[in-house]
């Protein structure tokens, strides 16, 4: 498994809109094989697992207990969406891990792959490569990946917009009376 990728597609489903099944087959458009699977029981899985998600991302790991509540929340899913791990040679790609049977239903398989991935990330690069764009009312999550842990916003448009007005702000406090 490429748990980076597991996990930024985490991210990506906590983000994105998830109202019905076109939604979740938007979300899969690159995975033909499980968007032709989607159930409506999976979009309700997977609103409720995003809903449980959002805190882990929002959570401010240098403050406080932060980071114990990122490990407690993800344990917590984990326990709630267990994991069925295989080795698979499929495709000529030699063996490589899978952390859901075939069988398993979209919303299993996209919860235990988005898990796992959460899970190493924080194990491997630490709980504070999770956050939430600090642009005002965004609220997009993201996989922080910069070298050195820098990332405060989700996009390069948030970024700059947030730039923009804390210019505005200072220029206003300089001229004011
Ligand atoms: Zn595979
Ligand atoms: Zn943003």
Redesign the pocket.
Known sequence: ?DFLRYAERAATMVNAPLEDEDDLRALLADRPWLAERVSAADVRTLRRLRRDLRPVFAEDPEAGDGADRVVERLNDLLARHPVSPFI?G??G?GL?L?VAERRSSVAETLAAEGLMGLAIVVCDLGPDRLGECQADRCGQVFVDTSPNRSRRYCSDRCSSRANVAAFRARRRAATAP
């Open positions: 498994m698979s499929h495709g790609q490589h899978h």
